[in-house]
């Protein structure tokens, strides 16, 4: 678990997917916003890590 939040951690000083974050949270239809940039490698990787995360703990 350590290894992966650690990989998020990393992943979240990426400048570019601070953008993307502040594209959903500043959205007006952020769901829309979240499924564009799903489509995208580089956000749905970021997405997937943390998903490995939650369902591990579960």
Known sequence: LRVELNEVKDALRDSELQKMILQIDGS???EKELEKLMEGQAFQQ???KILDI???QQ
């Open 54 to 56: 939650i369902s591990a």
């Open 28 to 30: 007006s239809e952020p």
């Open 46 to 48: 970021f997405a997937n």
